[in-house]
């Protein structure tokens, strides 16, 4: 089974990108994030496109913002569209789904941003990550939550940590808050496979982030043991974020049972700049 997941910052400004993607990797299950589109308008943009590839489709969206969604052709059961008993903002926003697929209960996310540590965005987003953490730990064993987590686990997930000082995405209480997902015993496929290379799944549009490989890795597929001793490779798709159109993330992917292009690492292809020298890059935003 290949399983993959990918913020494709709106389905429909993607669809030259993902539709091809899906014939050139040919994942088994695809978790989407930010799909930007209310359910039935996901379905009749993509719908016919996916049922023709033997893709069923689990979508929980909103108009202009959000939206997560899961495809399956291993199976799509029991699914669930929300966090139940989740906090909202203040109500609760299109941010997860979840479903059984070829045995292995799916969860796709897209946590929320926090903004500016302190804000009622983080605190916002502290809640979400509690609420997610409960509901993981009431399912089965066999588990795998993935998608865009909004925080980079550890200063070796971003290109340079003096760069996101005062920044959401690497404060401690948002990297405890998922380390304690993890404690449920969800291990970092990607970084258990690649523990010691330097590879991002996120660049800014602005400032050529993305040409010099400045960027961030807070995309991530967390799986139980059950499903993480059957992985055979796991990546970043980085050509998925060159070329015209692309969504400013690149799709993650894990590799169960065999690995169809064999074991290829991190990264494809090389990043195209090496490592910038420690405090020399601002971050578009920053003042």
């Known amino acids: 089974m290949r399983l993959a997941t990918w913020n494709v910052n709106s389905a429909k400004q993607r669809v030259p990108r993902l539709l091809p993607w899906l014939d050139e990797r040919r994942p088994d ?3 989407l994030q930010e799909t930007k589109l209310a359910d039935d308008a996901f379905r ?6 996916l049922a023709a590839r033997d893709y069923e489709v689990a979508v929980h969206g909103e108009t202009a913002w959000n939206g997560v969604a899961i495809l399956s052709r291993v199976g799509l059961d029991d699914v669930v569209a ?6 909202g903002f203040p109500h609760q926003e299109s941010r997860a789904i979840s479903a059984t697929c070829g045995g292995i209960r799916v969860v796709s996310v897209y946590v929320p ?4 540590p302190g804000s009622e965005h983080y605190e916002y987003k502290l809640a979400w990550l509690a609420s997610l953490r409960e509901m993981v730990a009431a399912g089965p064993e066999a588990t795998v939550v993935c998608g865009d987590m909004n925080i980079a ?3 070796d997930d971003v290109f340079d940590p003096e760069a ?8 401690a209480p948002e990297r405890a808050a998922l380390a304690e997902l993890q404690a449920l015993g969800l291990r970092d496929v990607v970084r258990d496979r690649w523990p010691n290379e330097r590879f991002f799944s996120y660049w800014d549009y602005r400032a050529g982030m993305f040409h010099q490989d400045l960027g961030m890795r807070i995309d991530l597929i967390l799986a139980s043991a059950p499903v993480a001793d059957r992985v055979r490779a796991a990546w970043v798709d980085r050509q998925a974020r060159k070329g015209k159109g692309p969504s400013d993330h690149a799709p993650v992917i894990m590799d169960l049972d065999e690995a169809p292009d064999g074991d290829i690492g991190p990264v494809v292809p090389p990043p195209s700049a090496p490592a910038p020298r420690r405090g020399s890059v601002k971050l578009p935003q920053a003042p």
């Open 44 to 49: 009749e943009l993509l719908g016919d496109d």
């Open 29 to 31: 299950v695809v978790c």
């Open 153 to 155: 686990p550890t200063d």
């Open 113 to 116: 941003n926090g903004r500016v």
């Open 82 to 87: 929300g966090l139940t008993g989740g906090p």
């Open 164 to 171: 996101y000082v005062g920044q959401t995405h690497v404060t």
